[in-house]
């Protein structure tokens, strides 16, 4: 049974999803000037479009910084300042309250659909690390 000419051996039609993207993405970080003077030059676009990305760096790609453990007044904190005292990963402690089987001291508390870690707890299987 031969396979239909449509499906089979698949040919590209184009730039996929994350190729139009990336396209988009260097077209609005490039002028045009610098687009033909890459082109005259024959000149690597991708070495281009890392150097503006890095140049256009967004504080969104830099790590949540949080308050020392010893600062913070609240009686709980969210999953990910919970990971960052416990250095862990957020998943690791999202794993403890599914399994039930966090460390003692730690039991989280579900507010309104979120895990709110005490931070009495925090301090507790720290010890005297803090």
């Excluded at 504080?59 to 609240?74: E, K, N, R, W």
Aim: proline share 9%; aromatic share 8%; glycine share 8%.
């Amino acid at each position: 049974m031969a396979l239909p000419s449509a499906r089979w051996p698949r040919t590209s039609r184009g730039a996929s999803r994350w190729g139009r993207k990336h396209i988009d993405v260097a077209f609005k970080l490039i002028k045009p000037a610098t687009l033909a003077s890459l082109q005259c030059n024959g000149g690597n676009l991708f070495e281009v479009v890392a150097q503006k990305l890095s140049e256009n760096a967004s504080p969104c790609g830099q790590p949540i910084m949080f308050p020392p453990l010893a600062a913070v007044t609240s009686p709980s904190v969210d999953t990910a300042a919970a990971a960052y005292y416990l250095n862990r990963r957020p998943q690791t402690l999202r794993g403890w309250a599914c399994a039930e089987s966090w460390p003692d001291g730690l039991r989280p508390v579900r507010i309104k659909g979120r895990l709110a870690w005490p931070v009495a707890g925090i301090k507790a299987v720290l010890g005297g690390e803090q």
